[in-house]
């Protein structure tokens, strides 16, 4: 049985100057909760320091902190002038801590002294139990299979200054002759990891293309990895388990769009890719024969991502402008059944739960989380939007666990929030990585996560089982 947890009240109720420097103030805060009270006295210099460090996880849902415009009033003794900065700043204080999210912070933990006075509302950290870094560029996709103790990390080169002088360079003249042994300067790059015994991964090989590598896709039961390239062109390549995945066979180039290629996916039973771009085509190419058995331009805006459900025999594709269109692919002959309008720009970032008949998708401008019922096997006739989660901030990845109930978004700042789905409530807000996150992986069976960054870092974190400690009874 757990207590119902009591409100926390917050008061700056007086001054007093500095005894260490009189020309500097001091503010008196009363705080009370749950039956106890306790006084904690702070410069506006803390306040400014907690302002900007609650910026970088919070941005736009902080109040605006009273400005220091007041700096004479010692000599002028404009007590009334200290009043209005104490007010300002009573109502700063009551602001902040009345949003769950940000007094569940580090920043506010620290600020009010509440690990030492009221630590129900404190919440437990994610912890970081593995860092991955090295790679030659910022992090762009990857994929981890736990089972086969395998990571693929696509990376490449986010300058456009540095991709130019690489094209450049990479430009073959027509008076070079072609023997294979031009210099070519990478900016895109799909890496091999394998874990060892001892639980460390190592690298094992790595492959390098002149064009910037985007997304990638690993089929475990047949061994094939698909990276799609900024080029248009896909990277198919046999990885061996036999040979403990330590070099790729089988290594073709495939020239499957003339843009971006955005998302993919490979039908081994059926040796099929399905690929989506910006050229606004959708492609499902026959391996074995290298033909196109479906090339269609589905939509007049760019497509941003493709999902497929093998069980159900459907494929779900987002584009720019917020269509999600759904492909019935059990035969030979592929079939547009339906179509919705979510009506948010940049939908992407397409999820599928099948077994909650669940599909969601994310728009990256508000990180609007949108939830769709895609109906049950064989009856997927009308796609209808159920949920919606708005995040507020410029959101490009995010992973569900389905156990938790809880959404994991990853920001532009390299900020992770932690949501409840059932309340629709923000847990709490942790600084990642020092750039924007690029991709995410949640594994449930270890209630870890993943997360990338253009920082060159994968970092894995723990949850914790319960955010807050359960009351001793």
Same mark, same amino acid.
């Given at each position: ?229 900024? #080029?248009? +062109?896909?990277?198919?390549?046999? %990885?061996?388990?036999?040979? *403990? !995945?330590?070099?790729?066979? @089988?290594?073709? =180039? ?54 497929? #459900?093998? +069980?159900?025999?459907?494929?779900? %594709?987002?584009?720019?402008? *917020? !269509?999600?269109?759904?492909? @019935?692919?059990? =035969? ?142």
């Amino acid at each position: 049985m757990e207590t119902q947890q009591k409100q926390l009240d917050v008061s700056v109720f007086s001054y007093k100057p500095d005894l260490n420097d009189k020309s500097k103030i001091k503010y008196n805060i009363s705080i009370t909760f749950d039956n106890q009270s306790w006084i904690i006295t702070k410069r506006y210099s803390e306040f400014d320091d907690l302002q900007k460090q609650l910026k970088i996880c919070f941005r736009n849902q902080l109040p605006e902190l009273p400005k220091k415009t007041y700096t004479s009033f010692l000599l002028s003794k404009t007590h009334d002038d200290i009043e209005q900065r104490r007010i300002g700043l009573d109502k700063y204080l009551k602001m902040l801590t009345q949003k769950k999210e940000i007094l569940s912070s580090n920043q506010m933990k620290e600020f009010l002294q509440l690990e030492e006075h009221a630590k129900i509302l404190v919440v437990n950290e994610p912890q970081i139990v593995h860092e991955f870094s090295g790679f030659l560029h910022g992090i762009r996709d990857f994929n981890l299979c736990v089972g086969q103790g395998i990571l693929y990390v696509v990376n490449s080169d986010y300058s456009i200054f540095n991709r130019l002088d690489a094209y450049l360079q990479n430009m073959k003249g027509p008076w070079e002759k072609e023997d294979g042994k031009q210099t070519v300067m990478p900016v895109g790059c799909i890496e091999c990891w394998t874990e060892s015994q001892d639980g460390i991964y190592t690298r094992q090989w790595a492959k390098m293309y002149n064009s910037q590598a985007i997304c990638c896709f690993w089929d475990p039961s047949a061994f094939v990895l698909l990276v799609g390239l900024d #080029s248009g +062109s896909i990277n198919y390549l046999k %990885v061996p388990y036999s040979l *403990g !995945f330590k070099r790729c066979e @089988n290594d073709t =180039e495939i020239e499957q769009h003339s843009s971006r290629v955005t998302g993919l996916y490979f039908d081994n039973e059926r040796s099929l890719i399905h690929s989506v771009s910006k050229d606004q085509r959708y492609k499902i190419r026959n391996t074995v024969k290298s033909i196109l058995i479906y090339d269609n331009e589905i939509s007049p805006y760019e497509l941003t991502d493709i999902v497929v #459900s093998k +069980s159900r025999k459907k494929s779900f %594709v987002s584009d720019k402008n *917020g !269509f999600i269109y759904m492909f @019935n692919i059990n =035969e030979d002959k592929v079939v547009q059944l339906n179509m919705i309008n979510i009506n948010i720009r940049l939908l992407k970032c397409l999820k599928l739960d099948s077994n909650q008949n669940l599909l969601m998708a994310m728009g990256q401008e508000n990180g609007e989380i949108i939830m769709i019922d895609i109906g049950p096997v064989n009856c997927e006739k009308q796609l209808q939007q159920i949920n919606q989660l708005n995040t507020q901030i410029k959101g490009y990845r995010y992973c569900y666990s389905y156990k938790r109930k809880e959404l994991f978004v990853g920001t532009i700042e390299g900020t992770i929030q932690f949501w409840d789905l059932n309340t629709k409530q923000l847990i709490y807000v942790i600084k990642a990585h020092d750039s924007e996150i690029t991709q995410m992986q949640w594994i449930e069976e270890d209630q870890h996560l993943l997360t990338s960054s253009r920082d060159k870092e994968i970092k894995t974190w723990k949850l914790p089982q319960n955010w807050r400690d359960k009351p001793v009874i």
